[in-house]
């Protein structure tokens, strides 16, 4: 179930922007498209081509733009998994641009992403527009059209690390828990893949099959959003006692632990400064549990 979500300004028809699929091509799966599972290690990088077509005359007659104002296109890839988002590529329309056919092409590295891989691609405000009237988009980025495709990733090479451990066997584990999250909230330069780790009991057989089936069963799914839950709240409210973290609003280099999770911070709390969550995490912590509840969506189909 997706939430509805309402510009305050006129958007364009989707059907403005078509096109194919996203090509996607791998060290281990050459010519893969986005509809098949592809299997990547950490070591490969994945290329991702569409040709796109965008009916630039029929978005700014949709979103009310006179024929001066440029459009940009924009393509973004988003991993869960690894609560990571970047930038794919961008390319500007002149207002010459009628209806036009474009290459969009780029990069992603496989040790950034897991689980899946889901690509935006959107018709942007390249620029300010500052003779707009009311409810005609203004400023630049302003997304007038998007859609998006998601690619899935071979479960068996998940790029978040879990490991099945005996919980019976190791003394830092509560042998009746099903999992325990480990990482040092205190070591925000930590690679993100390497410092943390999901620790899956062994004796537990609903939570190891829970992680393991494809598809998952409902009460599978139910199993996976309690961890997805539990390590999002742990993480989140782990940097957030972190004053450094706090401080250096996201300045960490890219697949660290400071990045992974101020990226997904900005996904969950979009506009929100660290200092206010902060506040809210420490005053109200029964309030700042609920908002994330329904923020990561748990338990929904």
């Given at each position: 179930?997706?939430?509805?979500?309402?510009?305050?300004?006129?958007?364009?028809?989707?059907?403005?922007?078509?096109?194919?699929?996203?090509?996607?091509?791998?060290?281990?799966?050459?010519?893969?498209?986005?509809?098949?599972p592809i299997e990547i290690d950490y070591l490969s990088t994945i290329q991702v081509r569409r040709q796109l077509s965008v009916d630039a005359e029929g978005v700014r007659r949709d979103c009310g733009l006179p024929e001066h104002v440029p459009l940009l296109v924009s393509a973004s890839w988003s991993s869960a998994g690894t609560f990571v988002k970047r930038c794919l590529a961008q390319i500007e329309l002149s207002d010459r641009d009628i209806h036009q056919r474009i290459d969009l092409s780029g990069e992603i590295p496989g040790a950034e992403v897991a689980g899946t891989l889901q690509?935006?691609?959107?018709?942007?405000?390249?620029?300010?527009?500052?003779?707009?009237?009311?409810?005609?988009?203004?400023?630049?980025?302003?997304?007038?059209?998007?859609?998006?495709?998601?690619?899935?990733?071979?479960?068996?090479?998940?790029?978040?690390?879990v490991e099945i451990v005996d919980f019976n066997a190791v003394f830092w584990a509560n042998p009746e828990a099903g999992w325990r999250l480990s990482w040092n909230s205190l070591d925000m330069e930590a690679p993100f893949l390497r410092s943390v780790r999901l620790f899956v009991n062994a004796g537990h057989a609903r939570v190891v099959q829970a992680v393991s089936d494809e598809p998952p069963s409902p009460e599978a799914k139910a199993i996976r959003d309690a961890i997805y839950f539990d390590v999002a709240r742990s993480l989140i409210l782990g940097a957030l006692r972190n004053d450094?973290?706090?401080?250096?609003?996201?300045?960490?280099?890219?697949?660290?632990?400071?990045?992974?999770?101020?990226?997904?911070?900005?996904?969950?709390?979009?506009?929100?400064?660290?200092?206010?969550?902060?506040?809210?995490?420490?005053?109200?912590?029964?309030?700042?549990?609920?908002?994330?509840?329904?923020?990561?969506?748990?338990?929904?189909?």
């Open positions: 179930m997706k939430a509805a979500t309402t510009m305050p300004y006129r958007c364009a028809n989707s059907a403005r922007l078509g096109g194919g699929s996203w090509e996607i091509v791998s060290a281990n799966a050459p010519g893969a498209t986005a509809s098949s690509i935006e691609t959107s018709i942007l405000l390249a620029r300010d527009n500052a003779q707009a009237a009311a409810l005609i988009a203004k400023y630049a980025g302003s997304v007038l059209a998007r859609d998006r495709h998601a690619v899935c990733l071979d479960e068996s090479t998940s790029r978040f690390p450094e973290f706090v401080s250096r609003e996201g300045s960490y280099g890219d697949g660290t632990c400071g990045r992974a999770i101020y990226t997904l911070i900005q996904l969950l709390f979009p506009g929100d400064g660290l200092d206010g969550l902060k506040s809210a995490a420490e005053q109200r912590p029964e309030q700042f549990g609920s908002d994330l509840q329904g923020k990561l969506r748990v338990f929904y189909s």
